[in-house]
């Protein structure tokens, strides 16, 4: 059976005991389309709300009296969140893979500089589902990768950034964050 919690601050609720029937139905498939989902008479906009589903036995009332319910999914279950959107994912179409994401990243960058925050965004266009602790690492990645890899090279006001410099950059938050005028940008030598 699956489970599901759909958070979007300050409201949270919860569904149980969902076949993959009524869970591809009712929760994956609108999540996939973007469109909102109407459980327990609210509804949940995907660009905003929080998806968590488990896998684990079947819950009786007595499982789920005086809000146990939710404390008997996690500590039985198997959170399986990434696991169904990715499935869900495979059946709307091919997800791009990390090579396709770094071959766009590449492209762009040799035609002139990116923001790295930009790079971020564009992560979450290809990738609307996953966290953002996953689309800074794919980054973070990729940029590493391309810095030893292919002509392009990090820069901050328009100037070029020493290599020794590269990974004290990459491992910092403010390069992750700032839009100001230290962003650093990736783009050609």
Same mark, same amino acid.
């Given at each position: 059976?699956?489970?599901?919690?759909?958070?979007?601050?300050?409201?949270?609720?919860?569904?149980?005991?969902?076949?993959?029937?009524e869970l @591809?139905?009712?929760?994956?498939?609108?999540?996939?389309?973007?469109?909102?989902?109407?459980?327990?008479? #609210?509804?949940?906009?995907?660009?905003r709300a929080?998806?968590?589903? #488990?896998?684990?036995?079947?819950?009786?009332?007595?499982?789920?009296?005086?809000?146990?319910?939710?404390?008997?999914?996690?500590?039985?279950?198997?959170? =399986?969140?990434?696991?169904?959107?990715?499935?869900?994912?495979?059946?709307?179409?091919?997800?791009?893979?990390?090579? @396709?994401?770094?071959?766009? =990243?590449?492209?762009?960058?040799?035609?002139?500089?990116?923001?790295?925050?930009?790079?971020?965004?564009?992560?979450?266009?290809? #990738?609307?589902?996953?966290?953002?602790?996953?689309?800074?690492?794919?980054?973070?990645? =990729?940029?590493?990768?391309?810095?030893?890899?292919?002509?392009?090279?990090?820069?901050?006001?328009?100037?070029?950034?020493?290599?020794?410099?590269?990974?004290?950059?990459?491992?910092?938050?403010?390069?992750?964050?700032?839009?100001?005028p230290d962003?650093?940008?990736?783009?050609?030598?």
């Amino acid at each position: 059976m699956f489970h599901v919690e759909l958070r979007q601050f300050p409201h949270q609720t919860r569904a149980f005991n969902l076949t993959r029937e009524e869970l @591809d139905d009712r929760i994956l498939e609108p999540w996939m389309a973007r469109e909102p989902i109407e459980l327990n008479e #609210y509804r949940w906009l995907p660009d905003r709300a929080t998806l968590t589903v #488990y896998e684990g036995p079947e819950l009786s009332l007595a499982d789920m009296g005086l809000g146990r319910g939710w404390q008997n999914v996690t500590r039985q279950g198997r959170d =399986v969140t990434q696991e169904v959107l990715i499935e869900a994912r495979d059946d709307s179409g091919p997800m791009p893979t990390a090579d @396709d994401f770094k071959a766009e =990243v590449a492209a762009r960058s040799a035609a002139g500089a990116i923001p790295i925050t930009g790079l971020v965004e564009l992560a979450g266009e290809w #990738y609307p589902h996953s966290r953002v602790s996953e689309r800074i690492a794919l980054c973070e990645g =990729v940029v590493w990768e391309l810095l030893h890899s292919v002509p392009v090279t990090l820069s901050r006001r328009g100037e070029s950034v020493p290599a020794y410099e590269w990974q004290e950059l990459l491992l910092s938050w403010p390069t992750w964050t700032d839009n100001g005028p230290d962003a650093i940008s990736v783009g050609p030598l």
